[in-house]
């Protein structure tokens, strides 16, 4: 797939593991998808993270470069009630259930580490 939603924990990968290793296959990943995707629920993770870990400074410019690389999906009624229908059916947390809608809805694939996600039927998942 040429497309790719991405969940909150690739870019906690992206902006804070030090192995030079995760980082040049996170940048690999970015380069090789050409349609990718982001939920408004992972802006919120990742700015809440930066600014309780680096202040609203970095996380401002971190969510500014996300916004720049990557298409942000807004949650709209489609997404609430798939998500609604898949947390039910998976016991998934508010935030990846949406992530998981989006990524249905979209035919994306879901960049994530996140056992709860390869879990989910409706979509593929891949890690770096």
Do not use: Q
């Amino acid at each position: 797939m040429s497309s790719a939603i991405y969940d909150s924990r690739f870019f906690v990968e992206h902006f804070y593991n030090p192995d030079e290793d995760v980082k040049k296959r996170i940048r690999e990943e970015i380069r090789k998808t050409k349609r990718r995707y982001v939920s408004a629920v992972v802006i919120h993770e990742v700015y809440r993270l930066s600014l309780e870990k680096e202040g609203r400074e970095v996380a401002k410019m971190r969510i500014d470069l996300m916004m720049k690389d990557f298409k942000v999906v807004d949650v709209n009624a489609e997404i609430a009630i798939l998500s609604a229908e898949l947390r039910k059916n998976y016991g998934l947390s508010l935030a990846d259930s949406i992530i998981a809608a989006t990524s249905k809805l979209l035919s994306a694939r879901c960049v994530t580490d996140d056992p709860h996600f390869a879990l989910i039927k409706e979509i593929k998942t891949e890690w770096i």
